[in-house]
């Protein structure tokens, strides 16, 4: 009983709500106590814990086992491990190796090597304690030869925090090269050691597009035609494998791959850009405005003539066109029956004016374009396009198309290439003047070309030939100094459009006679045009033999058996053999035969004129009725054609006779 008391005493009270059951450990006396008393305990029976529950049902299931098969602790559990607290053991045991390494590496430094420490290395027999044994592993491991010194190791340090803190994405300091590359004159940076020329036809190139992994390239001239150049595919022969006519007949004006690489949009002298797919298949095709509606945000699409057109940097369903109407119109690739958003650019009294050249900005975030009326306006792509965010009216001489405009690799400067013979770079930051104006650039094209150089430190342009010029150039100026670094001499024609396609750190350039030209460097360049140069341009030869499937039947007759020939080779020569299959040329005839004439006569009547009627030559002093009348005695005597055939029915022919001269006796009966 005064168990049970004590039992009682250490019960909590039971409340309402949420139930528990507290069941107190007792000590190992108790428990005795309890298993040893007569009649047990009273009530429900002690709950024990979740982990006796485990480990008593693991000691039967091993019971069961060894039983049966004889074999104890059978599958033990797998332990848990704090990893937690294995990762911060990790990071301390590290920064004690590596602090160690470091007193190492310093006192290698400051203290000159000995032959007693040598000795004293070699006298040591034994395994090691861990801890030395561990630095010793991390010291062979890490440090062969000499130690480097710690400056050098420090600037290891900064020059690897500089190359990129994000992974996956270049920094500017991979865009613009190695140390190496900064070190080289900007001269030397320009990848034109080597050129390759590809003959697109006997037009101008006015459109160019290299894919952004740099495998295929796409050029488009006024004369229609869209070629396609495969860099992987090409030989040395540098032939376009497919030419089309995607906009029928009119002038491409502009291409541009997706970011992406599988689509191309086409820029014509339509109303209407199409899209099409890295073979040159269509796509889509965008719909055409009603041409009778003057408020140009109220239809669909352009009504006129496009003059430009790019996609977005990151967006890679969405492009932009503009076009001879007045406006910009953004697309979607979902929808091109519906623009998705139209721009009116507008001059300086309200009136709309022409865009001649339209981009994005490298963050996809601003939308500009150069207008006919000089001005560069542009709008915000996350607001509304009704007010500019920035527009600089007297950008380039009035009247005159705005030829390209192009931002810079980061985005801070923007250079603008006009017809009125200038090329003009921008600080976007101060948007009001130019920082320089580079002059005396003729061009007679609107798609003339200016464009960044991968690492901003140069622009580039090309320029038309005007009279007395030879050769047209492509011209690099710096950025920093503004003075002219070096201009390559491209062809006896204009140069257009350029691309210096980062990835490649190639030149493409288009020219005004049909000729597409690729600069790149041998040891600086990748891929591209390199891969066409080493390859050799190879015949394929025909094979004239046709094979004809054989009819094998074992029973039938020798005349008709097939010879069963095992290789191409016997068949030939019997074939040549037959003079049907060799289709061998008739042999000469000495007479006419099989419809054939010999070399007398040209056609069988002259061959019987020859050989037979002139057997029997009439004279030509002769008289030819004495010559008939010779055979009549003959026909008399033995008549042989129509004599015979008339002999019964035919009568007797009476003459008159020469004696009765004058007019006959009209009373005189007629003799029968």
Not at 475 to 493: A, G, L, P, R
């Amino acid at each position: 009983m005064g168990d049970n008391k004590q039992v009682k005493m250490h019960k909590k009270p039971i409340s309402f709500g949420k139930i528990k059951f507290n069941i107190p450990k007792t000590s190992e006396g108790d428990n005795n106590e309890a298993n040893t008393s007569g009649f047990g305990t009273f009530g429900r029976t002690p709950i024990q814990e979740h982990k006796e529950i485990e480990e008593i049902a693991e000691d039967l299931e091993n019971q069961h086992v060894q039983q049966v098969m004889g074999i104890k602790n059978f599958g033990k559990k797998a332990k848990n491990f704090d990893l937690d607290e294995l990762v911060e053991q990790a990071k301390v045991n590290a920064q004690e190796a590596n602090k160690k390494r470091l007193e190492a590496e310093a006192s290698m430094v400051n203290k000159p090597e000995t032959k007693n420490d040598d000795k004293s290395d070699e006298e040591v027999i034994g395994p090691l304690p861990p801890e030395l044994a561990q630095d010793d592993d991390d010291d062979d491991d890490d440090v062969i030869g000499p130690p480097i010194p710690p400056e050098l190791l420090n600037k290891d340090d900064k020059t690897k925090g500089k190359k990129g803190d994000k992974d996956g994405e270049d920094s500017y300091d991979e865009l613009s090269g190695d140390d190496d590359d900064e070190n080289l004159p900007l001269e030397k940076r320009i990848p034109n050691s080597h050129e390759v020329e590809m003959l697109h036809g006997t037009k101008a190139v006015v459109a160019l597009a290299v894919d952004p992994s740099g495998a295929r390239l796409a050029t488009g001239s006024i004369d229609y035609d869209v070629s396609f150049w495969d860099f992987a595919g090409m030989d040395s022969s540098m032939r376009s494998f497919r030419t089309l006519q995607p906009c029928e007949n009119h002038p491409i004006k502009a291409l541009q791959y997706s970011t992406t690489g599988d689509s191309i949009l086409v820029v014509s002298g339509t109303a209407q850009a199409k899209v099409l797919d890295r073979d040159g298949f269509e796509v889509l095709e965008c719909v055409k405005g009603d041409q009778y509606i003057t408020d140009m945000a109220k239809t669909k699409g352009h009504t006129a003539a496009l003059n430009s057109g790019c996609w977005h940097p990151h967006i890679r369903e969405e492009f932009m066109t503009c076009s001879q109407d007045g406006t910009l119109r953004l697309w979607l690739t979902e929808n091109p029956k519906q623009h998705k958003a139209v721009i009116k650019p507008r001059q300086q009294g309200g009136l709309k004016t022409n865009p001649t050249a339209c981009t994005f900005s490298r963050d996809g975030n601003t939308v500009a374009c150069g207008c006919y009326d000089g001005s560069i306006q542009m709008w915000d792509h996350r607001k509304n396009f009704v007010n500019t965010t920035a527009c600089v009216r007297d950008c380039h001489q009035k009247q005159s198309e705005i030829s390209s405009i192009s931002y810079s690799y980061l985005g801070s400067y923007l250079a603008s290439r006009g017809n009125d013979d200038t090329l003009k770079i921008w600080d976007l930051r101060n948007f009001r003047k130019p920082l320089h104006v580079f002059g005396d650039l003729f061009s007679r094209y609107e798609q003339t070309d200016c464009a960044f150089s991968p690492d901003d430190t140069l622009v580039f342009t090309g320029e038309s030939l005007q009279r007395g010029q030879d050769i047209g150039k492509l011209i690099f100026y710096n950025t920093k100094t503004f003075e002219q670094t070096t201009h390559i001499d491209v062809t006896k024609s204009h140069v257009i459009k350029a691309i210096w396609h980062a990835k490649l750190n190639q030149i493409f350039v288009g020219c005004g006679n049909g000729v597409v030209k690729c600069y790149f460097d041998q040891k600086k360049s990748l891929r591209g045009a390199k891969l066409c140069i080493v390859k050799t341009h190879r015949k394929k030869h025909t094979m004239e033999v046709v094979s004809a499937q054989q009819i094998i039947t074992p029973h039938a007759l020798p005349l008709f058996r097939q010879e069963k020939l095992r290789t191409s080779k016997k068949k030939m020569e019997k074939d040549r053999l037959d003079p049907v299959k060799s289709h061998r040329p008739d042999l000469p005839i000495t007479s006419g035969q099989g419809g054939r004439v010999a070399a007398s006569g040209s056609t069988l009547s002259s061959f019987v004129i020859r050989n037979l009627g002139l057997s029997k030559r009439v004279d030509d002093e002769q008289d030819p009725r004495e010559a008939i009348l010779k055979y009549a005695k003959e026909a008399e005597e033995n008549p042989f054609w129509v004599a015979p055939a008339y002999k019964k029915t035919q009568p007797q022919p009476i003459f008159q006779s020469g004696e009765e001269d004058g007019p006959s006796d009209a009373k005189k009966p007629k003799s029968s």
